[in-house]
């Protein structure tokens, strides 16, 4: 057998592997850049923008989408650690013939959560402006409960019987379906309120933003809340700055500032050009 016909499983592991990993990180990525703009698209609305003027990349995206991940993650991981504790501790206690109290425990788990995701649906159906922002999560986590605990009482069963492996399988992929869609919700939700609470600290904090002086060859025209324009140099030359701006962003070829002071009432964006003749200086807010 010649080296290259050794080669070529290799070659052809590494290429089945590469097909396999590859559609579950192209959805992750699709994933990112959701909820990344999900969560710019919610701030931009509150502050009177669009985000389609920030001319963010799918990279700027997938950044300001961890963030919005940080905190379900967390939880997430908590949920699937406590969750596998409790099983093996009831995985013990059936070993040891206590299937009375596990089949028990299991109708409370099965019905407590079907109970929990049907009272969350009702209470977005009804009043679907004053749901809570943890609403799909506990949906969520009623449909999980309800798949424990009739996992649970299959197990405590001891007359025999059982369910086929293609309906356990057609169960378990409903159910992983069901709570995928709940989460992707619940988080879009969350970057959403992350957004939006991300605009309202700018009117609350916008002292904390760096201090921004434009100077232009040419008259601007800022007509926003505490901005003050000079004129300076001759008038072959002239020169004209702006003081009294704080630095929002810079994206897309674009500067985005906002005046002293901006409320999301009365405040104003300015947007400029990064472009010749133009020059900004931007300070350290703490800075007299």
């Not at 579950?24 to 009177?48: C, N, S």
């Amino acid at each position: 057998m010649t080296e290259r016909q050794e080669a070529d499983p290799r070659w052809k592991r590494a290429a089945d592997l590469l097909a396999a990993i590859g559609p579950p990180l192209t959805i992750a990525t699709a994933l990112l850049v959701y909820f990344g703009w999900a969560r710019t698209d919610a701030q931009a609305k509150t502050m009177g923008l669009d985000v389609s003027l920030f001319g963010y990349t799918v990279q700027d995206f997938v950044l300001r989408s961890i963030p919005s991940l940080f905190i379900p993650l967390v939880w997430l991981l908590i949920a699937a650690v406590l969750w596998l504790t409790m099983d093996r501790i009831l995985a013990r206690q059936l070993d040891a013939g206590h299937r009375v109290g596990v089949g028990r425990l299991a109708w409370v788990l099965l019905f407590g959560g079907v109970a929990c995701a049907a009272a969350m649906w009702l209470a977005v159906i009804l009043q679907p402006g004053r749901t809570l922002l943890y609403v799909p999560y506990i949906m969520a986590g009623g449909v999980l409960l309800a798949a424990w605990g009739l996992s649970l009482r299959r197990r405590s069963r001891d007359d025999g019987y059982t369910t086929t492996a293609v309906s356990r399988g057609t169960e378990r992929t409903l159910v992983l379906c069901l709570v995928t869609l709940l989460l992707f919700w619940g988080t879009s939700d969350f970057a959403q309120a992350l957004g939006r609470g991300l605009a309202v600290s700018y009117e609350e904090q916008s002292a904390l933003l760096p201090t921004a002086v434009v100077y232009s060859t040419e008259r601007l025209a800022i007509r926003a809340p505490n901005v003050t324009e000079e004129s300076s140099g001759t008038a072959e030359h002239p020169s004209y700055s702006y003081n009294g701006l704080r630095l929002l962003v810079v994206s897309g070829g674009r500067i985005f500032l906002l005046n002293e002071g901006w409320t999301i009432r009365s405040g104003k964006v300015v947007v400029l050009r990064d472009e010749p003749g133009l020059r900004v200086e931007y300070g350290n807010p703490e800075s007299k």
